[in-house]
C-alpha cells in the first residue's frame, strides 16, 4: 500500500515519543480513562485497581512527555489527556481491539478474504 502523503519527522517523532510513553498496560488504562474524564489519583486507583503511589509514578512520567495535564483543586490533583496523540492512539485501538467484539469471538471470526472482521 503506498501512502499519498508523507506525515512530517517532527509529527512522526511526537507520535514514536507518545507511543513509548504509552508502552505499558496501566499507562495505557490510564490514558483510555483520562481521555474519557478527569480524575483524581486515588479515583484512577481505584478504577485500575493498583496502588495510589503506583499510579502517581505512572502519571508523573506521561505528565513530563506531556501526554496528561494536572489541576489542582484543594487537596487534590486531577488528571486529563491533553495531547492529541493519547486520543488518537486510544481510538485507534478501541475501534480495532474495541469491545465490540468479544475476545473468544474474535479467534472464530477471522476474515478469509481479507475484509474487516464482522461480529
Do not use: W
Request: proline content about 7%; some cysteine.
Amino acid at each position: 500500500m503506498v501512502l499519498s502523503m508523507e506525515l512530517p519527522m517532527e509529527t512522526l517523532e511526537r507520535v514514536a515519543g507518545a507511543l513509548k510513553v504509552l508502552a505499558h498496560p496501566l499507562r495505557l488504562k490510564l490514558a483510555e480513562i483520562l481521555t474519557q474524564e478527569e480524575l483524581s489519583v486515588s479515583v484512577l486507583a481505584e478504577r485500575t485497581d493498583a496502588a495510589q503511589n503506583l499510579i502517581s509514578q505512572h502519571l508523573n512520567m506521561m505528565k513530563v512527555h506531556g501526554l496528561v495535564t494536572a489541576r489542582r483543586d484543594a487537596r487534590r490533583v486531577y488528571y486529563r489527556a491533553a495531547a492529541p496523540e493519547v486520543f488518537t492512539i486510544i481510538a485507534c485501538i478501541h475501534k480495532h481491539h474495541g469491545p465490540t467484539i468479544p475476545p473468544e469471538a474474535a479467534a472464530d471470526s477471522t476474515p478469509t478474504d481479507g475484509g474487516p472482521i464482522k461480529a
